[in-house]
């Protein structure tokens, strides 16, 4: 890779993009030049439009940062976590080491909620178990706009990303963010539930891609021995958290549409026939509520 980065110097925004989606191709990155190009636009500070556009020369500075996010992406760290933000539900949220990147197939978790709830101007009460980057409810709020939410995490990092993001959306007023496990000490019952907790087994965390195992919070994707064992906590204690006609609406695993189903019926719940599935087909969002 060196080499390959000597040989950028007075290159043109175009060339540089070339030779870097080169790199990337030679370590097998399948998205290098999809890659290369988010990247040099980023250190640009212009858009993906703006950039394929033009083809400027590009300065010894610029080039020196534009190789090292190459260099980070070659590594294995995922392009969201080098330019420091991810697109969810059209808007962009930023994230840290403190948060999972938001997935496209969480979308179908929000996309379940306000299937759920159709009403749009309904006063609902949301609570997001494991709120994160604050993706989930954030774009719940956006579509709904007289709930109100409270969105949960154990980690302080991830309220600070979380209050960042649900105020740069527009939602902050109506968000309010508790340190916690889950949903111990909260009283008030909520009209929508939703959650995405760690579902990986532990024994899997070591197979999983480098861009997820070596850069996401093993808090936020270690499930315990089964990959259950959020599930469990979140279940027992759903009945007592939903008001009359409420719904709870849980991020699934691969292969865990019955097991985690189980679990609600179990806790006297009431599951919704399948799981919604996402866009590559996997059952990804099971919809609860008490009967």
Not at 149 to 158: E, F, K, P
Not at 261 to 283: I, K, N, S, T
């Amino acid at each position: 890779m060196t080499g390959a980065a000597a040989r950028l110097s007075g290159a043109t925004t175009a060339l540089s993009r070339r030779r870097a989606a080169d790199i990337l191709r030679e370590v097998g990155i399948e998205s290098a030049d999809l890659d290369a190009r988010v990247l040099l636009a980023h250190v640009l500070g212009m858009d993906t439009a703006q950039l394929l556009a033009s083809d400027e020369p590009v300065t010894p500075e610029i080039e020196t940062r534009y190789m090292e996010a190459i260099r980070r992406r070659a590594a294995g760290e995922p392009v969201a976590r080098i330019v420091g933000n991810k697109e969810f539900w059209s808007r962009t949220f930023a994230v840290s080491s403190d948060v999972l990147v938001p997935r496209p197939e969480t979308e179908t978790v929000v996309e379940a909620a306000l299937s759920a709830k159709p009403e749009r101007d309904a006063p609902l009460r949301v609570l997001d178990l494991g709120v994160g980057s604050g993706a989930i409810l954030g774009a719940v709020l956006l579509e709904r706009p007289r709930a109100t939410g409270v969105g949960v995490d154990r980690s302080l990092g991830a309220l600070k990303i979380a209050r960042t993001n649900l105020d740069a959306i527009g939602v902050g007023e109506r968000s309010r963010l508790v340190c916690g496990n889950w949903g111990e000490s909260l009283s008030s019952p909520f009209d929508l539930i939703v959650a995405n907790p760690p579902y990986i087994p532990t024994r899997a965390l070591e197979e999983l891609p480098i861009e997820v195992r070596g850069f996401d919070p093993v808090t936020s994707l270690d499930g315990g021995a089964d990959g259950l064992a959020a599930y469990r906590v979140i279940v027992a204690a759903l009945p007592g958290q939903l008001a009359p006609g409420g719904i709870a609406v849980l991020e699934l695993g691969a292969g865990q549409e019955q097991t985690v189903a189980e679990l609600a019926r179990r806790a006297h719940m009431r599951v919704d026939e399948g799981a919604r599935r996402d866009l590559a087909g996997v059952p990804r969002a099971l919809i609860l509520n008490v009967p």
